[in-house]
């Protein structure tokens, strides 16, 4: 039977990887907590012989080492990840190819299409110069003739559209009181636009204005009015188009 000698160097040894494991346990839950040490640990460190600025060194080095493994991982989190890595890496070399391909085949689709619109564009621009071209070509006496022609059409018809819309919105006003910041101002727009649906009379020298007995009947009559207008307008624009065309016609008698 043997006995295992005493060593002082091995006991000295033993307390102080204690020491050290106590501290690094210390230091952890300090920098976890991010606070500074309190006094019974300062004490703690003091008898390890660490100055102030060991502690803050050490302080800094486990800061390093939870970050670091925070990043690491365990074993099984960092095996996981190998395996994540060589799958995407697999499915990369698979995929990647043939999404390269079918980009060649967009870029060069978009590049036929945006090539076809740009010479349909200038095929355009080429017929519509040549057209303001060939009416030039068109003897004056002509031209005299067509822009006499639009004239008129502008003046009568043209005219005529240019009354019924102001018509119309003369009507609107007559019917929306809304539009107005008062009753007064309402009747007096109402009673220039239609002397007999408003009464004006003189009350100490200030005009009183006050809706007619026949208001009602006028009212019925504007709105009749309005309808109609409102439906004729669009015919009327299309025959100004028309007529206008039709005007300009001999201007395009090169345009075959």
Not at 54 to 62: M, S
Request: with cysteine; aromatic share 4%; net charge negative.
């Amino acid at each position: 039977m043997t006995t295992q000698e005493y060593s002082l160097a091995a006991e000295v040894a033993d307390s102080h990887r204690s020491d050290l494991g106590e501290a690094d346990v210390l230091l952890r839950e300090i920098v976890q907590a991010n606070r500074r040490p309190s006094y019974p640990e300062s004490v703690f460190f003091q008898k390890l012989g660490w100055s102030d600025a060991t502690v803050t060194n050490q302080l800094r080095r486990v800061n390093n080492v939870l970050r670091l493994q925070a990043i690491a991982g365990s074993v099984t989190d960092r095996e996981a990840a190998t395996t994540e890595a060589a799958t995407a890496a697999k499915v990369a070399e698979t995929e990647l190819p043939k999404l390269q391909l079918k980009r060649e085949k967009l870029e060069a689709e978009e590049r036929r299409i945006a090539t076809e619109r740009d010479r349909s564009v200038k095929r355009v621009f080429e017929q519509t110069e040549a057209v303001v071209a060939l009416r030039a070509l068109v003897p004056q006496h002509i031209h005299d003739q067509v822009n006499a022609d639009v004239n008129l059409i502008k003046s009568s018809i043209g005219r005529q559209i240019a009354d019924a819309e102001v018509r119309v919105q003369e009507l609107e006003c007559c019917l929306s009181p809304g539009r107005y910041p008062n009753e007064n101002a309402y009747l007096e727009m109402l009673h220039r636009s239609c002397r007999a649906a408003v009464l004006v009379g003189d009350v100490n020298r200030i005009l009183k204005r006050k809706l007619s007995p026949e208001w009602p009947q006028i009212r019925l009559e504007i709105e009749a009015e309005l309808v109609s207008l409102t439906g004729m307008l669009p015919d009327m624009k299309q025959n100004l188009v028309e007529a206008l065309e039709q005007a300009r016609a001999p201007l395009n008698f090169y345009c075959v």
